[in-house]
C-alpha cells in the first residue's frame, strides 16, 4: 500500500532517480543518516489531478478497487463492545455486541450471550460487497470516494447485562437476540456510501502530508426525508430472538439505530488503518523511528509502524523520495571531486488545494551539500519565498490528465549545493578526452605551436565555480524552424572561471586564463509517449562578457581567445549528456503515462519568466502508448559540408521533414525544418575546433543518420 494509486501523481515526475529501471540522473544512493536533516522549500514542485484525470481514473476504477478490495470485498471486524441503549420504557439497556464466545461456540459456559465482553469473544465479521467506485475531489482538500456496495453483517449475536436489561424479559432471565443485516434484502439493493479522505497538513511533522479519514456519508440509519440507496434502511434488518419468550422483538427498533452506527464506527477504523498503512512510517531495522523538532515517536512492534508520543497518532511517512546524489563519482570523468555529493528530498506536504476542476497537491523538497568543498569558498543564500500552488489549467498548453511541477526555486537551490559540493570544479585533460592537445587549437592559435616548438602536447581545461549557477523557467517555446524563443529552463552561470594549461618541459604552464557569463537554453523533447529526451537549444551567443587574463605566453589578440571560449566550454558536453539521457516514465498499477506537453507556468508578476516547468500528461488504461521504433544507421552519410573558420554547417537532408541533431555525443538539438534546398543548417561552438566532427541527425519517425564532418 506504500505506493498506491492515491500517492502516484504526487511523486511520479521523481521517476528518474527512483525508477527500478535505472534514472538519469544515476549515483543516487539512500540517506546514510536515514532521513533528511536540511531546510525545505514549500511548493517546492506540486503534482495535479485534473477534471478530466479524475475521469479517466473513474473509467478504471475497477482496477483501482482491485486493489484495495480484491475480489471486490472487504471483511470488516466488529468486536466485542458494550453499548447502551434507550428501550421502550427503559431509559438505559447495557447491550454486549458481538457477544459471539470462543471459536464455534453455541452457549455461555463458553461465552456465547453471556452478557460480557471478555478474551472469550473472538468477535464478528462483517461484509462489504463493492459493486462501483468513483472519485471527484471536492473543496478545500477532500478526495471523495463514492463506493455503491451491499452489506451483510450474517447473524450477530447480541445479549443483556445488568439488572435494568433483565426488563427486557420482564425479570426472567438474559435477553438474548441476533440481528442480520443484508441491504439487498429489500429494493434497491445496494448502499451509496461517501467516503471524504482529507489531504491533511502534519504540522507536528515537517508539513508531510497525512491522509484522514474525514467523514464516512450515506452510512447512516435511514429516517425522515433520507433515503436509500442515501442511507441503510433498517428494513432490511431482521432481529431474531434467541432466550427469551417475553422478549418483544418490536420493541427493539433502536437497536438497529444502533448497530448502523456501530457498524460506521468500524468501517471507518477500518479505512482510517488502510490509509495509515499506507501512510504511515515503517520502523527502522533496530526499531528506530524519527523524529522532528520537539516531536518524537516510537515503534509499535507488531504493526512495524511509527506512533507519535503524544496521543498515539500514526507518524506520515515521506510520499516521495530521499537520498544523496553522488554528483562526484557521476562528473568523475569530468574531474569533479570525488567527494562532491547533494542530498535531497523531496515529497508530498506543504500544501494541498481541491476544487470541481481538480485536486492538487504541493511538494516540499530542500538540497543541501554534504560538505563545502575546498574548491569553492562557503557562500549563504537566503531563504526564498514562499510560493503558492500554480494553476496547472490556465498554462495548459493542450487537454491533460496529470500534471506534475518543479519550481525555478528549487532548481536553484539544488544548483547552489552542486557549486558548494565541488561539483562543478571541473578539469577536463586529454585522457578524458581524447582530442584535447595543442594540434587541437593549432589553427586558431598559430602562436601556441611556437610555444610548443612545434609538437603536439596534451592540454587540460580548468573549470572554476566562482559563483553558483541560478535557473529560470520560460515558457518553452519555439519558432517554425524549431529554434527556442523561450527556452524552459536557462541555466544561469555568471563569473565563471576557466584556466588553459599546456604540458610544457614536464609541467604544466597556464597560456590564458577566461572569466565569462554563461546561459544554458534547455528544454525536454517527448517522444509521444512517455518518453523525455533533454535537449539543449542554440549554443551561438551563449557566453557573454568574456574577460581574458593571463595570457602573456601567447601572441594572438584577446578577442581570438574570447571567441575561443565557448569551443572548449562544450568539451564537457559528450559527458554530462551521458548523464542526462532519456528516461522513460514507468507503469504504475495499470496505469501509463502519455507525455502531451511541457511549459514554464504561474507567471512571474512583471516579468516574462514562470515559478514553475510543468509536465502535463494523459492517463493511458485499456491502450498501451508504444513509441515509434528507432531505425538507426550506422553508415556514413556524404552531404555534409563544414563552413571553415566558423563555427557551422550545412547538411543535405530531405525537404519537408524536421530534424534534430547532436555534435559529438553532445546533447540532441530543438527540431527544426531544411530549407527549400533541402539544406539543414547547424551551427554549434565544437566545430570551430580542428579535426573531424561527427554529427548525428534523426528525423520524427525514428530514423538515425550519421555524418562525418572534416
Not at 517546492?44 to 476504477?61: D, K, P
Not at 509521444?528 to 568574456?546: D, F, H, K, R, W
Request: overall charge negative; proline content about 6%; charged content about 15%.
Amino acid at each position: 500500500m506504500r505506493r498506491s494509486w492515491l500517492f502516484v501523481w504526487t511523486c511520479c515526475f521523481l521517476w528518474a532517480c527512483s525508477a527500478p529501471t535505472g534514472c538519469a540522473c544515476g549515483g543516487f544512493t539512500p540517506l546514510p543518516q536515514g532521513a533528511y536533516t536540511g531546510t525545505k522549500l514549500n511548493t517546492a514542485g506540486s503534482a495535479r489531478l485534473s477534471a478530466q484525470g479524475f475521469s479517466a481514473l473513474n473509467a478504471e476504477s475497477a482496477t483501482i478497487l482491485e486493489f484495495f478490495a480484491p475480489g471486490g470485498q472487504m471483511v470488516v471486524p466488529v468486536p466485542c463492545s458494550i453499548e447502551q441503549v434507550s428501550i421502550a420504557n427503559i431509559p438505559v439497556v447495557q447491550l454486549a455486541v458481538a457477544d459471539t464466545g470462543q471459536i464455534s461456540c453455541a452457549a455461555e459456559s463458553c461465552g456465547r450471550m453471556d452478557g460480557a465482553c471478555d478474551a472469550d469473544d473472538y468477535g464478528h465479521a462483517i461484509t462489504i460487497n463493492f459493486t462501483s467506485l468513483s472519485f471527484a475531489p471536492k473543496s478545500p482538500d477532500i478526495l471523495e470516494a463514492k463506493v455503491t456496495a451491499t452489506v451483510q453483517t450474517g447473524r450477530l449475536p447480541i445479549s443483556s447485562r445488568g439488572s435494568s436489561a433483565s426488563a427486557l424479559c420482564l425479570f426472567n432471565g438474559r435477553a438474548k437476540f441476533t440481528v442480520d443485516l443484508d441491504t439487498a434484502r429489500a429494493q434497491p439493493p445496494s448502499t451509496d456510501l461517501l467516503l471524504d479522505i482529507k489531504f491533511a497538513i502534519d504540522q507536528r511533522w515537517d508539513q508531510l502530508l497525512s491522509l484522514e479519514v474525514a467523514n464516512i456519508g450515506n452510512a447512516a440509519a435511514c429516517s425522515g426525508s433520507t433515503q436509500p440507496p442515501n442511507c441503510i434502511d433498517p428494513n432490511d434488518m431482521e432481529i431474531l430472538n434467541e432466550g427469551c419468550s417475553a422478549l418483544n422483538i418490536t420493541q427493539l427498533s433502536a437497536v438497529k439505530t444502533l448497530l448502523i452506527n456501530q457498524l460506521t464506527t468500524q468501517l471507518r477504523d477500518q479505512l482510517t488503518d488502510a490509509l495509515a498503512d499506507a501512510n504511515c512510517a515503517s520502523c527502522g531495522p533496530m526499531g528506530q523511528c524519527p523524529t522532528f523538532g520537539t516531536a518524537t515517536s516510537t515503534c509499535e512492534v507488531d504493526a512495524g509502524v511509527c506512533k507519535d508520543d503524544m496521543g498515539g497518532k500514526c507518524v506520515p511517512s515521506l510520499l516521495g523520495v530521499e537520498g544523496r546524489l553522488e554528483v562526484g563519482q557521476v562528473l568523475g570523468t569530468l574531474g569533479a571531486p570525488p567527494t562532491a555529493a547533494v542530498e535531497v528530498s523531496l515529497g508530498a506536504g506543504g500544501n494541498a488545494e481541491a476544487n470541481d476542476a481538480g485536486l492538487t497537491v504541493g511538494l516540499r523538497g530542500g538540497a543541501k551539500e554534504v560538505a563545502v568543498a575546498s574548491c569553492v569558498a562557503p557562500l549563504m543564500r537566503p531563504a526564498p519565498m514562499q510560493l503558492p500552488l500554480p494553476d496547472f489549467d490556465l498554462d495548459a498548453p493542450a487537454p491533460y490528465d496529470v500534471g506534475i511541477s518543479l519550481s525555478g526555486q528549487m532548481l536553484s537551490e539544488t544548483l547552489f549545493r552542486a557549486q558548494q559540493s565541488g561539483a562543478l570544479c571541473l578539469e577536463l585533460g586529454n585522457e578524458t578526452v581524447a582530442a584535447l592537445e595543442s594540434d587541437l587549437l593549432g589553427t586558431l592559435l598559430p602562436s601556441l605551436k611556437l610555444v610548443t616548438e612545434g609538437k603536439n602536447v596534451p592540454l587540460r581545461v580548468v573549470i572554476r565555480p566562482v559563483n553558483p549557477p541560478t535557473a529560470t523557467i520560460g515558457e518553452g517555446t519555439i519558432d517554425a524552424d524549431g529554434r527556442p524563443l523561450d527556452p524552459l529552463i536557462k541555466m544561469i552561470w555568471r563569473g565563471v572561471e576557466l584556466d588553459v594549461y599546456a604540458l610544457l618541459e614536464d609541467r604544466q604552464a597556464r597560456l590564458f586564463t577566461v572569466q565569462a557569463d554563461m546561459t544554458l537554453p534547455l528544454g525536454v523533447d517527448l517522444d509521444g509517449c512517455s518518453g523525455v529526451t533533454p535537449i539543449v537549444g542554440n549554443l551561438m551567443g551563449t557566453i557573454t562578457n568574456v574577460q581574458v587574463k593571463n595570457n602573456e605566453i601567447l601572441a594572438e589578440p584577446v578577442t581570438v581567445l574570447q571567441n575561443l571560449v565557448p569551443s572548449l566550454l562544450t568539451l564537457a558536453e559528450p559527458q554530462l549528456a551521458g548523464g542526462l539521457q532519456q528516461f522513460t516514465i514507468p507503469d504504475f498499477n495499470g496505469f501509463q503515462l502519455k507525455m502531451v506537453g511541457a511549459r514554464g507556468i504561474g507567471r512571474v508578476t512583471g516579468t516574462q519568466t514562470y515559478n514553475h516547468v510543468a509536465l502535463y500528461a494523459e492517463l493511458l488504461t485499456n491502450q498501451m502508448c508504444i513509441p515509434m521504433m528507432k531505425r538507426a544507421s550506422t553508415s556514413v552519410v556524404n552531404g555534409g559540408k563544414k563552413k571553415e573558420g566558423t563555427a557551422s554547417a550545412e547538411l543535405t537532408t530531405l525537404v519537408g521533414r524536421k530534424y534534430s541533431w547532436r555534435v559529438d555525443g553532445g546533447f540532441w538539438s530543438t527540431w527544426q525544418e531544411p530549407n527549400t534546398y533541402g539544406q539543414l543548417a547547424i551551427e554549434h561552438p565544437r566545430l570551430l575546433l580542428g579535426g573531424a566532427h561527427v554529427v548525428e541527425v534523426r528525423t520524427q519517425s525514428g530514423e538515425v543518420q550519421i555524418v562525418v564532418l572534416r
